[in-house]
């Protein structure tokens, strides 16, 4: 049914966006932007691939991924925080040196396909009609998504460890007041950010394409940091953007596959274009939530 | 006194910044077993050690210089102009366009100034989008800048597999060569006037940012927008001016690229070019001179990739790595004093 | 409760602070004793700040001890904190963004904070039942007004130990005149209860009767002291604090030039003004400003102030209204048609709104102040530095030179530089705030004499100002913020500061 596998593929595509928004969103609480999540998420994917390519375990591979993501995180966060680094400039950097580490040391793996991570049907829930299998009929990385949204908001919105690390997101001296270490927290957020955006690629490289491409991510974490503001800086609306997007990239190889006469060049602008409406959208709130902490970066980086 | 030791010490510390970073590369090319510093050797004498190799390099540096100088123009309008990328390409396509379907039948020195609008009206219509975003609705243009080179990526695309595409060239992706008297002219083998061109939208930018009153303007927008606002000045006005003459400049790089390098369009054409303008810009610190020296920089290193490609059969992209890593020395060691514009 | 006056909670000696070459605080001796309140009174810049921060350990002593219970220490805020030495800043150490339960969870020692949520917000209601300061644990402290937000952080500061003394930097500087009242019986009923209380103010009339002792602070040191069991004696505290000078607000009456007729500059009917949280403020205001007169604007801060002068100007639109200027009507004119028609603002907050990173001082006087001239496509800076160095305002008030930094000056310092650029302009109309803010006295009366000056040749000028005695001394009449009306123009000869305190009370509870 068209529906069920528009709604399918909007999961799949979406999900490694969705755990991009995760990161990022994490990151930009504890006020700070990293555009190095696009790096981030390449890396995790070849780390994931390599990994599960050799060791034939999934599991392995998503924890290799997450690794990967951290350390690159933990470079941004060093440059940022300990040195104090311009964080858009550093993120574009980080970004580079993501995919150019990953072009580089996953040529050799070029599209060839692995196993990697199969649909696991959820007995009784799959059978609903319609989204029954759309939903639940999918890999476990997509079930740890929906998970991780509760989580998420949790650890931020209810444990004092998330209090902190928004505060840190709002105003650092009152954080440092307190005598908690405002930077440490902001390395946690930043490095925690990283690992899960890694955990997106690793969806998109052994989850749902079962290979390797270089630059597979194709802007996919830079669309992450756009939609975290439509989201609101919260993981609960995070799935918003992210199944919009990914249901953007589904109508688009549901099309073709039906053999719809369409560019796909211009299909493919579809994701982005929507990305730009979010955009838009975002900014007709009234209320904006971004951190204190994070505007002022933004508002002072043309010239820093 | 104070000063020129304070001078000599922060460039010594950036020396060293990027000596570690080299040596980090050289590492990391050590695990992929070759000699590194016989592949450093290679790169120099390949670039550096003949008049090939410094026309490659200068080739390759004019059209970062004119993406940084754009970026620098919006940075300091208060503006993170990250679009250059998709701003060039759309440049290259316009100017691609004329050159294929208008200007064949006219003398060359028309065309080319033809060439020339396209490449700058794509350029602009594309930042200015962008522009209009941000002004209008208030839009992170860091955000819409990097997006739209993905969408730019795909129109350019879309012409080039489709209506711009070759007829003669079988399966592959490209626009017929332009005519020969629509190329720039060369001053060497394979160097085109543009590099002149790129140091002389430098040299005006600078001067236009250091004395004039629009610069000036430019530089309270870029330092605090609401001082500007209280000063009766139109931030939105000037801000889209800025984004539009930043546009126009990496469009023109982009008709450049088309009548001065590569002659025909493909999807590659200019790729990565747009990032490697704005790295060069910041690592300037959005000064137009110095973004002269640091697009050469830029433009070296790629050429070298080049070098580590060939005497080791290591993969190009290597070199993307190598500039990262340099760019993350200089981010390293920060812009240290603060300079007063 | 009986002081115990042998055994002080902190002692200092000869306590000591320098920054770079400036000497903020010296020997100072200070003691602070239980069940006492001590008022630390001394004019703006006088160190009164930077002494509480060093009790509280933001800042380190130069040289010179502290002794908690007889013990030397060398204090860090964690370490107050655990000795029971808490402070309410100046610029409150809460975040917006977040509820005021959060805010007080956040500042909790760790034994207190694994309690039940609802034990906390029980402590919480206690508190403010106690002391009478109600608060509301789940709202967002961002849309608390000034006093709410206090109150958060005093019972913050109250939560986070086994408090015995407290500090308040200037906090009646956001209250209301009642509240401020209501504030100090607060500070009565916790002496009574047995904390030690330091209070920092430069406003002496408002603590002289709480206060067991007061000490006086002057350039960095103490100058006076005196107990409340001797009586006190105001004009001695006055002029210590003033260093001598105890003529504090000059009469301008007879040097203001008489104006035979009426010329109205500007008109604003019907006024509504919104904040940036679409609030109305003031609704259905009326304001008009003629030639050669200086309106004093009196209200509660950020009772809109601010936005009125913004709007005014230009920086917001108002929507609802007209405004005329000249007889033009200009109520959807830009900025850029208010500057050429003579307008000129002095910000309340000038780093904001007027201070550019990076560039010199003369560059920001380019910015709507003297008419500047152009040398082909640039700006001819020649001639702006000469009509600088020439200029009687820039060097009344006070400018420090010109090829510095702005943005690396004091907050005074930035003040000055607006004002004397602004007059400089010689404009139609002047809107300042707080002009005279974080400045000395004699530079004080500089400015207070530049008004009048520029009143004489015929400016309009609208006054915004904390200080009623000088909102009274220098204007020629006076409009009050009453809640969310502007009053008619009230005659300063003729009201009192009482009266007008009254209207800007007044209209608070009538709102609510």
């Known amino acids: ?244 997007f990914g249901g953007a990239q589904a109508l688009q190889l549901l099309l073709q596959a039906q053999g719809v006469h369409i560019s796909t060049f211009i299909l493919q602008m579809f994701p982005y274009l929507f990305t730009i409406c979010a955009l838009f959208f975002a900014s007709r709130k009234k209320v904006q939530a971004m951190p204190a902490e994070l505007k002022k970066i933004i508002e002072s980086s043309a010239n820093s | 006194m104070k000063d020129k030791t304070e001078s000599i010490k922060q460039a010594l510390l950036t020396v060293l910044a990027l000596a570690v970073m080299v040596v980090i590369f050289g590492v990391f090319l050590m695990t992929q077993g070759v000699n590194p510093i016989q592949i450093y050797g290679d790169m120099i004498v390949s670039t550096l050690g003949n008049s090939y190799g410094i026309g490659q390099v200068v080739v390759k540096s004019s059209p970062f210089i004119m993406v940084a100088v754009a970026t620098a123009i919006s940075a300091k309008a208060g503006l993170v102009n990250v679009g250059g990328e998709g701003q060039l390409a759309i440049g290259a396509l316009l100017a691609t366009f004329v050159a294929v379907f208008v200007a064949k039948s006219m003398p060359g020195p028309v065309g080319i100034l033809l060439m020339l609008v396209a490449g ?97 303007r ?124 | ?63 010179g001890e502290i002794l908690v219970d007889r013990e030397r220490v060398h204090m860090t805020p964690q370490i107050a904190m655990r000795l029971g030495i808490g402070m309410v800043f100046q610029d409150f150490r809460i975040i917006p963004a977040f509820t005021a339960f959060e805010n007080i969870m956040m500042a909790l020692p760790k034994e207190k904070r694994k309690r039940p949520k609802e034990e906390i917000k029980k402590e919480i209601c206690e508190i403010s ?70 209070l920092i103010t430069h406003k002496l009339h408002e603590v002289m009767a709480c206060s067991d002792v007061i000490t006086v602070l002057r350039h960095g040191e103490i100058v006076e002291k005196e107990e409340k069991e001797n009586g006190y004696d105001q004009e001695r505290l006055i002029s210590k604090m003033m260093g001598g000078e105890v003529t504090i607000h000059t009469d301008y009456e007879d040097q203001k030039k008489v104006f035979e007729k009426e010329e109205v500059l500007l008109e604003g009917k019907d006024m509504s003004i919104y904040n940036a949280q679409h609030r109305e403020l003031i609704r259905h205001g009326n304001l008009t400003m003629k030639a050669g007169e200086i309106i004093g604007l009196a209200g509660i801060s950020g009772r809109g102030q601010r936005e009125l002068l913004e709007t005014l100007f230009g920086v917001n639109v108002l929507k609802m209204g007209q405004l005329t200027i000249d007889g033009k009507d200009m109520t959807k004119s830009s900025i850029r048609d208010r500057i050429e028609a003579g307008m000129a603002l002095v910000s309340e907050d000038p780093k904001r709104d007027n201070v550019v990173a990076g560039m010199k001082i003369y560059e920001h006087f380019a910015l709507n102040g003297p008419e500047i001239s152009y040398k082909k496509v640039g700006i001819n800076w020649k001639d702006l530095t000469d009509k600088m160095d020439t200029s009687k305002a820039v060097k009344e008030l006070g400018v420090p030179e010109k090829t510095r930094e702005l943005a690396t000056l004091s907050g005074g310092n930035i003040q000055r530089c607006m004002l004397a650029r602004a007059v400089m302009k010689q404009p139609k109309i002047l809107l300042a705030s707080y002009p005279s803010r974080g400045l000395d006295v004699g530079t004080v009366e500089m400015v207070h004499q530049t008004l009048v000056e520029l009143r004489n040749q015929g400016c309009s000028i609208l006054l915004v100002s904390e200080d009623l005695e000088e909102l009274l001394s220098v204007s020629d009449s006076i409009v009050v913020i009453s809640g969310d009306t502007l009053t008619e123009k009230l005659d300063p000869k003729t009201t009192s500061a009482l009266e007008i305190g009254d209207l800007m009370i007044g209209g608070k509870e009538h709102e609510r």
């Open chain 1, 1 to 244: 049914m068209f529906i069920t596998s528009l709604l399918s593929g909007a999961i799949q595509c979406g999900t490694s966006v969705l755990y991009g928004i995760y990161g990022e969103t994490v990151t930009e609480r504890v006020g700070v932007i990293n555009l190095g999540t696009e790096g981030c998420m390449v890396v995790g994917a070849l780390a994931a691939y390599v990994c599960t390519y050799h060791t034939k375990s999934p599991l392995l591979g998503i924890l290799m991924a997450a690794i990967g993501g951290g350390v690159l995180a933990l470079l941004h966060a060093i440059l940022v925080i300990g040195r104090k680094a311009n964080q858009l400039a550093t993120g574009l950097t980080i970004m580079f040196l993501g995919l150019g580490l990953t072009s580089f040391l996953g040529q050799q793996y070029v599209s060839v396909s692995i196993d990697g991570l199969s649909m696991i049907p959820i007995p009784v829930l799959s059978g609903i009609p319609v989204i029954g299998t759309a939903l639940f009929n999918q890999d476990i990385l997509v079930y740890v998504s929906y998970i991780l949204c509760p989580l998420l908001c949790y650890l931020l919105f209810k444990t004092r460890l998330g209090l902190l690390l928004r505060a840190t997101g709002e105003d650092e001296e009152v954080v440092f007041a307190y005598g908690a270490n405002p930077k440490l927290l902001r390395y946690i957020g930043v490095v925690l950010g990283g690992m899960i955006s890694a955990i997106g690629g690793a969806q998109l490289a052994i989850a749902y394409t079962h290979t390797w491409i270089e630059n597979m991510t194709n802007g996919r974490g830079i669309i992450a940091v756009a939609l975290v503001v439509l989201a609101g800086y919260h993981p609960k609306k995070a799935m918003i953007g992210a199944y919009i």
């Open chain 2, 120 to 216: 700058a009206l794509g350029g602009a219509v594309w930042s200015g989008l962008a522009g209009l975003m941000k002004v209008k609705a208030g839009m992170n243009e860091t955000l819409t800048t990097v997006i739209m080179n993905y969408i730019a990526y795909d129109i350019v695309s879309f012409f080039v597999y489709g209506i711009l595409k070759d007829p003669e060239s079988f399966s592959w992706p490209m626009s017929p060569e332009i005519a020969d008297k629509l190329r720039l002219p060369e001053i060497y083998v394979g160097v085109s006037i543009g590099i002149f061109g790129a140091v002389a939208v430098a040299i005006v930018t600078w001067l236009v940012l250091k004395k004039s009153a629009c610069g000036f």
């Open chain 2, 218 to 341: 430019l530089r309270v927008i870029g330092g605090n927008a609401e001082a500007a606002k209280h000063a009766g000045f139109s931030v939105a006005k000037i801000q889209m001016a800025a984004m539009l003459i930043s546009g126009a400049i990496s469009g023109i790089a982009g008709m450049v690229e088309i009548a001065g390098v590569e002659g025909r369009l493909r999807t590659t054409t200019g790729v990565n070019y747009g990032y490697y303008g704005f790295l060069a810009a910041w690592m300037a610190w959005n000064n137009p001179l110095a973004a002269i020296i640091t697009s050469v920089v830029i433009g070296f290193l790629c050429v070298a990739g080049n070098v580590l490609e060939q005497s080791s059969g290591l993969p190009s992209s290597g070199t993307k790595i190598l500039m990262a890593l340099v760019l993350l020395g200089i981010l390293w060691k920060g812009k240290g004093r603060k300079k007063c514009s």
């Open chain 3, 1 to 63: 409760m009986k002081i115990n006056k042998f055994n002080p909670i902190i002692k200092t000696n000869q306590l000591k602070i320098r920054f770079g070459d400036f000497v903020a605080n010296q020997n100072i001796n200070l003691s602070v004793y239980a069940g006492q309140i001590q008022s630390i009174v001394g004019e703006n810049g006088a160190g009164k700040s930077t002494l509480m921060k060093m009790l509280y350990g933001t800042y380190k002593p130069t040289s």
């Open chain 3, 129 to 198: 039942q106690k002391y009478k300061i109600p608060v509301d644990p789940d709202m967002l402290v961002g849309q608390m007004d000034l006093g709410q937000r206090q109150r958060v952080e005093i019972i913050k500061v109250l939560m986070m130990g086994k408090m015995r003394v407290l500090i308040f930097d200037e906090p009646t500087s956001v209250l209301t005149q009642q509240e401020a009242q209501e504030f100090i019986k607060m500070l009565q009923s916790m002496r009574d209860d047995g904390y030690a209380i330091l």
